[in-house]
């Protein structure tokens, strides 16, 4: 759970781009309710993998950077 709250920011941000690519691929010939299960069956899955990249390449690198928090 831990990994996934670190990388939450990254999947909410992505989201949106992921979502035109699958909606044209769904066929017509699927019921309402199908096309509509089929969307977080696909595109949750897909956003977590795009949103690891920036979050290793991007994120992480700039946070080992920050200076420690003093109280």
Do not use: N
């Not at 691929?25 to 509509?36: I, Q, T, V, Y």
């Amino acid at each position: 759970m831990r990994r996934f709250c670190d990388i939450w920011f990254g999947v909410y941000l992505r989201h949106m781009p992921i979502l035109p690519v699958i909606l044209p691929r769904l066929p017509d010939s699927w019921s309402a309710a199908a096309r509509f299960w089929t969307l977080p069956v696909s595109v949750f899955p897909s956003r977590i993998v795009v949103a690891q990249f920036p979050h290793r390449c991007i994120e992480q690198p700039f946070l080992r950077r920050k200076p420690a928090h003093r109280q």
